[in-house]
Every structure is written in structure tokens, then in C-alpha cells.
């Protein structure tokens, strides 16, 4: 991929560019549909409809709602710490979006194919919390200071058992490299790591050999529940419905976001859109074989086109990505507020105990087998 | 401990028989009606805007009697004889010509008290409830048929008839005390007459001033009832 830039643009820089460019053109036109889906999807569940005046049914709504946020005053609060105010919505979109370097959005495209992958991208989605506890802090707003600060505590509390998840991945794998996790799974999707793991042996992208069999559904139960507990911790580090304490409407007004209005509020809203694809396409990375087709087999083999493969690649990876954030909105829509105590409960007593039972068994039966 | 696999159980299979029923609620029918493209069928007894049909309007005031807000002002102005005013659609023979007709309809409380007292059931509520306005003066409906100066017309000639009308009474009743005044006069006289032979200067005054206001009518002397029979 970035030696056919390269070869089309001649220019070292310019393809770096655009390299580096291209998560972002798809996140942009992700945002506009996960925003469409947000209120349609809720319309639905209630039995109305949504918006259906700008455009055939509405379509264009989340455009209008962006030039909306283009033309609105940016206000900085009189008090204000101005230039933590200002840094915090770009650093924690920056954040959110520099995570997506190691997404491996089809077999020829990865912004970084970093060997340490999952251990960058635990660390740089960690900073979306310095991000959100400046917001709070620099607003001079109590709800503010109130929201991050539920916020911080939410997210360091769940990044405990989302990287206990990924540790289990890494042990069957033996990488922390998502191409590897996901060339780990190629095949049909009983070889997806929600499954149990592959089931015959595999050649890794670095090239060591993954020894499987079909021995490997003993993991099944195992990764399952992994996988729903990774899911549960997304959600809760995503701010997310049930987990939404840090913005909860009815108790803080907005939560951190609440003095941030025009385009850095729009920041905080891309950069929220921007981590719950994140957390979907991690999931489907680690556990529904990421940009793997689901039948093992591609039109493009079929045709003889890799360009085809890698876009049929990146449409599964999409679509995948897009059906989890299909249903984080779908349990947005479903569930309601958990309170503190319980956010807390389901983190350090149910969560964290039952990652590292997982870890522990998947460990010992990863050296056994 | 069997608790604590209960409670999460019970919070996954929960969660679970939750999202079902969203699910389901996908693809539920929707219940929005897309309001200005299309409404809600309004129950047949509703009560929105105010109509009064002038065609059948007596002018009897029994809505503006009735209305607890006194949101309608009704002026009327009586036909003369020879105008015909035709009839209602319920047989009233309509007399007064209806010069203003007002409904305020931003006071009107919707209450539809003014609708049983109509004689001709002509104020009546119909189903239409947008009638938004950006000035507040744009809310009073004015319903009669006559303009401003066609009712100014039909008021003078009220009045003058009236006023006639009046003048006239009053000239027969001047002529009818004064012809008792003459009748007594005539009496005394006589009696006098009987009674000393004394002479006849006064009754030769009494027919000139008979006479007078028989066709005159002064202004003055019509004036002073006025007040005292509007009232």
C-alpha cells in the first residue's frame, strides 16, 4: 500500500501524508454515519422516526448538524485555564485517533505495524483520560471537574481488565502485533479467536508458525467470555451508555464536555465516535478475526485481484467494526445509567477477578497443549 | 458466593431480555405522524377555531351574553321597514342588520357556552385548530358581511329612524295633551263661561300652539326622551 503511494506520487513526504491520512478520511465519513445511526437507530427503538427533513429521510442530517457546530461561537469561559481548555478536545481526539495507526484495516494496510501494537495502543488510548481530566479542570465548572473526575476513575478502573483481556490474547498468540492476531485467525470464521482460536496451524505475518488443532475449542468458553468482557470494558472506557456517568445528563449536565460548545465541542464528539470504533474494531481484531472474510475465501481470489482482496479486507473490517458500534448503540438504547457504586462493583469484583481466573486458565492450558 | 454468580447472571440475561426487546422495537411500526404533511384525524365533537355563518346571524347577542371571557363584541343597527333582510335557514326573520361581529379568538377560552344559546345554531366550532398569527390584532375575526362605512350607514339610518320614530311619538303625545289640555281648557272655559259671564280671550291662544308641533319636531323637545327610553 505504501509503496503503491509511493510509486503513484513519486513524493516520500506526500505519501506519508496521505498514509497517515486515509484512517482519518474513513473516520470523518464513519462519524457522519454513526451520528446518522445514533439518532435513527434510537428513533427506532422508540417507535419514531428521527429526523426526515434535511434530505430523503433525513440522510443529511449529521452534515447539517456539522455546519451547525461550524457556524456556533466558540466560547472559553471568562475563568478558564485557556490553554488546557483549548489543548484538551484536540489532545484526546488525537489520541483517540492515533490509536488507529495499528489497526490493521486489511492485510496491506497498517498505519504502523508496530511488533508491541496492543501494548501502544493500551498506552495511547490511556491519554484520552489526561485529555478528559483537563477538560474538566480547565472548564472552572464544578460539573466539569465532577464529570472527569467520575471519568478518570471509570476509565483507569476498566483499563485493568481490558489489558488482563488482551494479555489473554497475546498468550495464545505469542504477539502483540494485531496483523499477527489477526492473521492467527484466517480461515473460516470458526478459526475467529471467539471460537476458541484457529484450528490447524498458521503462518504468522513475521513468519513463525502457530501451531492449532481442533483441540483449541477448549478455549471457546474461555475467549467468549473474554470477549464480553472486553466489550463491557470498551463500553465503560468509551463513556458510553450504561457506563455514561462522567457526562450523565440528568446529574451533570454534560460532564466535561459541558462549557466546550462550536468545533471543540464537536473534537470531543469526534473523538468519543472515533474510541467506539476503536474499541469495536479492537474486538473484532482480537476476536472476530478482524479483516478475515467470514467464509475463508475472497471474490478477488476468484478474480485474480489482490487490490480487490485488500478492499474486501477492509470492508469486512469495516463491517464488523460497524455492527459493535451498531451495538453499543443498540445497548445505549436499551439500558440505563448504572450508578457509582455499582460502575465500580462491576469493575473491581466481577471483572478484574474473573480476567484474571481467565488469564490464568488460558495461560496454563496455552503451555499444556 | 452463589449469590454473587446469580446477581451476574441475572445482570447478563437481563441485559440480554433487554436488548430483545429494542431489538424487536426496530422494526416495530412507527407512531409519528409527520405533522404538517400529515395530521391527526381530529375527534368529530372537537372544539378549535369559532365560525359564526352571517347568513343566519339575528343579531340576538345571546353568544356575547353567554361567553365567560367576553371575547365577542356584537353591535347591531335595526333595518328600516322597507329593507328586507330576508330570513334564516331556520325560519327567523332576521331585523338587524349586524354592523360588528368580533370574536377575539386569543381571549377565547374554547369553552363553547356561546354555541347552545344560538337561536339559529349559527356559531358553531369547527376542527380547525391552526390559525397562528404573527400580530396580535390578526386573532379578531371580524364576521360581519358589512364594511365599516356600510355599517356607519345602516347605523345613522337606525338612528334617524329611531329618532323619527321617537319624534313622531312625541308629537302625538304633545298633541294628544295638548288636545286634553284643550279638552280641559274648552271645559273650563265653559264652565266659566257658565258660571260668570266673563270674556273668551284665553281658548282663541290654544289652536296656534296645537298646531306647532304637529310638524315641526324641534330637536330640542326629541332630544330629552332619548336618554330615558334607551335607558
Known amino acids: 500500500m505504501e509503496s503503491l503511494l509511493q510509486s503513484l506520487l513519486g513524493d516520500n513526504l506526500l505519501t506519508v501524508v496521505l498514509y497517515c491520512a486515509l484512517p482519518l478520511v474513513f473516520l470523518l465519513l464513519y462519524a457522519l454515519l454513526a451520528i446518522l445511526g445514533e439518532v435513527k437507530i434510537s428513533a427506532w427503538m422508540q417507535d419514531r422516526l428521527g429526523p426526515m427533513r434535511t434530505g430523503p429521510w433525513g440522510i443529511i442530517q449529521p452534515i447539517a448538524d456539522v455546519f451547525k457546530l461550524l457556524q ?42 508496530l511488533n508491541l501494537g496492543l501494548f501502544y495502543l493500551l498506552a495511547i488510548s490511556s491519554l484520552n483520560v489526561a485529555a478528559i481530566i483537563m477538560a474538566g479542570w480547565a472548564s472552572n ?3 466539569s471537574l465532577y464529570g472527569s473526575m467520575r471519568a478518570v476513575a471509570q476509565i483507569v478502573s476498566y483499563e485493568v481488565p481490558a489489558a488482563m483481556v488482551l494479555v489473554i490474547i497475546v498468550m495464545f498468540v505469542g504477539s502483540l502485533n494485531l496483523q499477527d492476531i489477526t492473521t492467527a485467525q484466517s480461515g473460516p470464521f470458526w478459526n475467529w479467536m471467539v471460537f476458541g482460536g484457529p484450528k490447524q496451524d498458521v503462518v504468522l505475518a513475521s513468519g513463525e508458525v502457530l501451531s492449532a488443532s481442533w483441540v483449541n475449542l477448549i478455549f471457546l468458553p474461555f475467549f467468549l467470555a473474554s470477549f464480553l468482557m472486553y466489550y463491557i470494558a470498551g463500553l465503560a472506557e468509551t463513556n458510553r451508555t450504561p457506563f455514561d456517568i462522567p457526562e450523565a445528563e440528568s446529574e ?65 473490517l ?30 473491581w469484583k ?20 | 458466593m452463589s449469590g454473587y454468580f446469580k446477581d451476574i447472571y441475572a445482570g447478563i440475561s437481563t441485559a440480554l431480555v433487554g436488548m430483545r426487546i429494542t431489538w ?62 330576508g330570513e334564516t335557514s ?24 356561546c354555541v347552545p344559546p344560538c337561536p339559529t345554531v349559527c356559531i358553531f366550532m369547527t376542527p380547525v385548530f391552526e390559525f397562528s398569527e404573527y400580530n396580535r390584532e390578526d386573532l379578531i375575526y371580524r364576521f360581519s358581511t358589512l364594511t365599516a362605512e ?79 327610553n334607551n335607558g
Open chain 1, 72 to 113: 456556533k461561537e466558540d466560547i472559553t469561559p471568562a475563568k478558564a485555564d485557556k490553554f488546557l481548555f483549548n489543548l484538551a478536545p484536540f489532545l484526546s481526539f488525537m489520541s483517540a485517533y492515533a490509536a488507529f495507526a495499528v489497526i490493521p484495516f486489511s492485510s496491506q494496510y497498517v498505519g504502523a505495524d
Open chain 1, 141 to 143: 465548572n464544578k460539573y
Open chain 1, 252 to 316: 451533570l449536565v454534560s460532564g466535561y464536555h459541558t462549557e466546550y460548545s462550536g468545533m471543540k465541542f464537536a473534537m470531543f464528539f469526534m473523538s468519543e465516535y472515533a474510541n467506539m470504533f476503536l474499541v469495536s474494531a479492537v474486538v473484532a481484531v482480537l476476536f472476530f478475526g478482524g479483516w478475515n472474510s467470514p467464509f475463508g475465501v475472497y471474490l478477488g481470489d476468484a478474480f485474480d485481484a489482490p487490490w480487490l482482496v485488500a478492499v474486501e479486507q477492509f470492508g469486512w
Open chain 1, 318 to 347: 469495516a463491517f464488523k467494526g460497524l455492527f459493535f458500534v451498531f451495538v453499543m448503540i443498540w445497548v445505549r438504547w436499551t439500558l440505563p445509567r448504572l450508578r457509582v457504586d455499582q460502575l465500580m462493583y462491576m469493575s
Open chain 1, 350 to 369: 466481577v471483572l478484574i477477578p474473573f480476567s484474571f481466573g481467565i488469564a490464568l486458565v488460558v495461560g496454563f492450558l496455552v503451555v499444556i497443549l
Open chain 2, 24 to 85: 424487536n422495537h426496530l422494526f416495530v411500526k412507527n407512531v409519528t405522524i409527520q405533522y404538517p404533511d400529515e395530521k391527526h384525524d381530529i375527534p368529530e365533537r372537537v372544539r378549535n377555531r369559532l365560525y359564526v355563518n352571517m347568513d343566519d346571524c339575528i343579531g340576538c347577542d345571546q353568544c356575547a351574553k353567554a361567553c365567560p371571557v367576553n371575547c365577542i363584541t356584537i353591535e347591531t343597527a335595526k333595518a328600516l321597514p322597507d329593507e328586507e333582510l
Open chain 2, 90 to 113: 331556520t325560519g327567523n326573520r332576521k331585523r338587524l342588520w349586524v354592523t360588528q361581529f368580533d370574536i377575539d379568538i386569543a381571549k377565547c377560552c374554547f369553552c363553547g357556552l
Open chain 2, 150 to 228: 356600510e355599517g356607519a350607514v345602516k347605523t345613522a339610518n337606525a338612528e334617524r329612524a329611531k329618532q323619527e320614530a321617537e319624534a313622531k311619538k312625541a308629537a302625538e303625545m304633545e298633541a294628544k295633551k295638548k288636545a286634553a289640555a284643550e279638552k280641559a281648557a274648552a271645559e273650563k272655559a265653559a264652565a266659566e263661561k257658565a258660571a260668570a259671564e266673563k270674556p273668551a280671550d284665553e281658548p282663541s291662544t290654544a289652536p296656534d300652539q296645537s298646531d306647532a308641533p304637529a310638524t315641526g319636531t324641534a330637536p330640542t323637545q326629541s332630544e330629552t326622551p332619548t336618554p330615558d
